[in-house]
Structures are given as C-alpha cells and as structure tokens.
C-alpha cells in the first residue's frame, strides 16, 4: 500500500511537471482530498495542508486537477535561506526541501519497519520530523541554521517536532531517550551527506542500546551531474558496506531539488548488519 | 593525422584570438560571465596547444613564438586579468549578498518575489565562476 502511494505520487508529480506553466523556484502538490490513488486519512492531510499554509517559505497556493486528481499546489521560494546557510561553515548542503508528501510517505515507511522516533539530520523546515509526529511517533529535528530553525519553531507551535538548532557533530546523541530510531540524514552523498552521515553514525555506534537497534535512510541519486558510485545505491553503496549497514528498501519520491528531472530522488532505507 | 605544421597553424590562430579576448579584458570595468568563461577557457587552450607543440618541434623560431605567447600569457593574464576578475568577482558577490540579505520578503508581492529570485540566480552564477576562478589560481600556484 504505501509502495502504491509513493508510485502514485511519483506519476503525479511527473503530469503536474509537464503541465506547470509558473515561475515559482519551488512548488509541490498536496492532493485535496482522500482518493482511490491517495488513500490518505483527512486529519493527515489536513495536516500536511497547514504545514504548507503556514510555512513562509510558501507565498501563493491555488486548486489544480492533475491526471485524476484534485491538487492543491503550492508555490514557493528558498533563496533567502539558501543565502543563510551558505554562510555556515559547518553546513555542507544548501537547503532544499523533499516535497511534504514525500516526508509523509517517508515516515509512513519508517513507521511500517518498526522504528519509534524519527531523528532529522540536516532538516531544513523539519517537514519530516512533522510527518512523523502527525503519525505519532516521536521525532526530533536536527538543523544547524538558526534561521531555519527559527522556521521550524514557528510550524511547531501545534504539532511539536522538538526542532534542535545545533551542529550534528557536536549534538550529544546520549542526552535523548531514543530507544528504536530512524535518522534521516539530509544531504546528498556527494553533496557531503556522507561527513554528515559519518559523524552521526560514529557517534550512535559509541552509544551501545542504539548501534544495533537505528536505522539510516539515505537521499540518493542516479544523476549523472554527479560521479557514481563503484558501489552504487544511489551514491550511497560504499559508505553502506564500509559501516556494515545494509539497505532494505529503496523508496523513490519527488524532491523539489528533482521537480525538473526525470528521475525523483531514491530513498535508501538501511539498518545495521 | 594532425602534422605539426597543423598544430603550429592552431597556435599562430588560438593565441590571435587569445590576444582580442585579452585586449577587451583590458578595455572593460566589468566583464560578463560569458566573457570571463570564454576567455579562460582560451587561455587554457592556448598554453595546451604550446605544450603539445614544445614536445614536438625543434625550430627555435617556433619556440621563441611559444615563449612569447606564454610570456603575454604571465604577464598580461595571470598578473593583472586574471587578479582583477576574481577581485571584481569576490566584491560583487559581497555587494549582491548584502543587498539580498537587507531586503523584506515579508512585505513582497507573487511578482516581486519572482523578479527577485532571478538576482539569486545571478548570485548563483557568479559564485560558481569565482569557484573556476579560483581553480585557475590553483593551477598557476602549481606551475
């Protein structure tokens, strides 16, 4: 079932691509209503809506039909929080968001391997660290730029996500009573995800009840901007094998850094050996 | 098969426009992206050409050509265009920064916004050509 929703979601993007006649520098699309093809419970999407009105990043929305679907899209831009985070040293990776259904989808299949808590590394507007919460599980949302975090303390207000503003590096994992989570680890590899993921990983590893016990999903990518990987998963194959993780499920869903592309972004869900 | 004589042809007509790009370089405040790419890109290819052709050629009216190429190359790029592109670059950027940081988002229209976000792009450009800028500078300290 949720592989049918993230399959849908990835068709829907690609017809809402090819009609999209706006200027905006972001966009992404929220389905009005529960549908055959979205089988989405209404106070999850009316949740995922208000994360969308109320998050400034957004600035015009209007109704569109797409294939079958009654959409709402919403229009946005991210400059001024690019400019921000390029200031910071430690800030590898520009902000730039998963669309809101896709951290939706994302945690609903966090939620189906069992995990508890949701721990967003790199985690921009903490979109899904708010999914996660609407899904009831724990989360935590993890981002080094004050601006943003101060974005995520406004979106907070209702369904808390517990935003952090702190360095991933330098965060004390132990001081959180995480007991089965799932770290979503913002960045691609080659856009240093793996410095992030690395850091992360060391530092869940030295805490014993945790180094068996997390998951790690990985945004990848199969564009050829970038050199593959010898080992592959999506960039994200020669750091899997040489922290002894293995990947257990590859989701694919649209990405407001892959609106243009044909391909969305891959999501690689691993767990420890 | 490509002759020496051929490689020595595209030397004497490389290094003719490399010349031209120098001369406007050198006749303007501000250069475009495209002319600072472009002329880059020919110096690069200019010194590729005389390294190739000094591995061939024994003629020392040929060599004494590449050395003067290579000379303007030294004295008119790597010493005085190529400082000066990356100085206009870096103040630039840290004046469109500026700019862009001191504006109110809040207060802005759909247009506004829109209109807006092609300076970013504009920022965006210019700070990944001062990042080839600053290769170039790599590869001279490396000569």
Known sequence: MIEDLARNLVELKNEFAKSYEGKSQIQEIIPKSNSELFPIIDPHLESLHQFATKNP????????????????????????????????????????????????????????????EVVDIGSGDGRIAFCARILNMESCSIEIDETLVELQKLLSDKTDFHPYCSDAAELDYGSFDFKRPIFFIGGLAQMGGTALAEVALRKINSISHL???????????????????????????????????????TVSLPTAWTFHEPEPTPYIFSQPI | MITSEDILQMFHSETLKLQNLIDIANAKEDMSIHEIIETYYQVMN??????????????????????????????????????????????????????????????????????????????????????????????????
Not at chain 1, 60 to 66: L, P, S, T, Y
Not at chain 1, 86 to 102: G, L, N, R, Y
Not at chain 2, 115 to 136: G, P
């Open chain 1, 57 to 116: 990043i957004y600035y015009n929305f209007f109704e569109k039909r797409i294939g079958s679907v009654d959409c709402i899209v919403y229009e946005g831009d991210i400059n001024r929080f690019w400019l921000n985070s390029i200031q910071h040293t430690s800030s590898k990776a520009p902000f730039s968001p998963t669309w809101i259904m896709s951290g939706y989808i994302a945690t609903l299949f966090a939620k189906e391997l069992g995990y508890s």
């Open chain 1, 211 to 249: 180094k068996n016990n997390s998951g790690w999903v990985f945004a990848g990518t199969y564009s050829q901007k970038y050199a593959p990987d010898p080992k592959n998963k999506a960039g994200w194959g020669t750091f899997i094998e040489k922290n002894n993780l293995k990947a257990i499920r």
């Open chain 2, 46 to 143: 200019v010194s590729s050409i005389g390294t190739m052709l000094k591995q061939q050629t024994e003629y020392e009216v040929v060599l004494t050509d590449i050395k003067k190429t290579e000379k303007m190359i030294s004295e008119k790029f790597d010493s005085d265009i190529h400082p000066r592109i990356l100085t206009g670059l870096s103040t630039s950027i840290q004046k469109m920064t500026k700019t862009l940081q001191s504006e109110n988002v809040a207060e802005k229209s759909k247009e506004q916004i829109e209109s807006n976000a092609k300076l970013f792009e504009d920022l965006r450009q210019k700070m990944s050509t001062r990042e080839f800028v600053q290769q170039y500078a790599i590869g001279i300290a490396h000569d």
